[in-house]
């Protein structure tokens, strides 16, 4: 069994930049398919970017271009790169592995 742990939101200005980390024990990142969603309040959750064992990745229209999924299997950690922050990107963002494995979340708040 997975545990995960998201850590890295935070406040941020329009087009800055933050880096999740989902820290995972249990079991190996590379044993699962990774991915990051994120939700706001009174919406689903909805997938931003996902990472294969294979390392083949893909990401949703909204996050393609500006964020980055990515692991380092030697300290079993899933990161998520965003770039050039939109207030639109404000949400808890939660790491999941496999089909139902998940994180607590954290948040990002993209304001001025």
């Known amino acids: 069994q997975v545990q995960l742990v998201e850590s890295g939101g935070g406040l941020v200005q329009p087009g800055g930049s933050l880096r999740l980390s989902c820290v995972a024990s249990?079991?190996?990142?590379?044993?699962?398919?990774m991915a990051w969603y994120r939700q706001t309040l009174g919406k689903e959750r909805e997938l931003v970017a996902v990472?294969?064992?294979?390392?083949?990745?893909n990401y949703a229209d909204s996050a393609r271009g500006r964020f980055t999924i990515s692991t380092d299997n030697a300290k079993n950690i899933v990161y998520l790169q965003m770039n050039s922050l939109k207030p639109e990107d404000t949400a808890v963002y939660y790491c999941?592995?496999?089909?139902?494995?998940w994180g607590q979340g954290t948040q990002v708040t993209v304001s001025s």
């Open positions: 990472i294969v064992p294979s390392g083949r990745t």
């Open positions: 249990g079991s190996a990142v590379s044993d699962y398919v």
């Open positions: 999941k592995a496999g089909s139902k494995h």
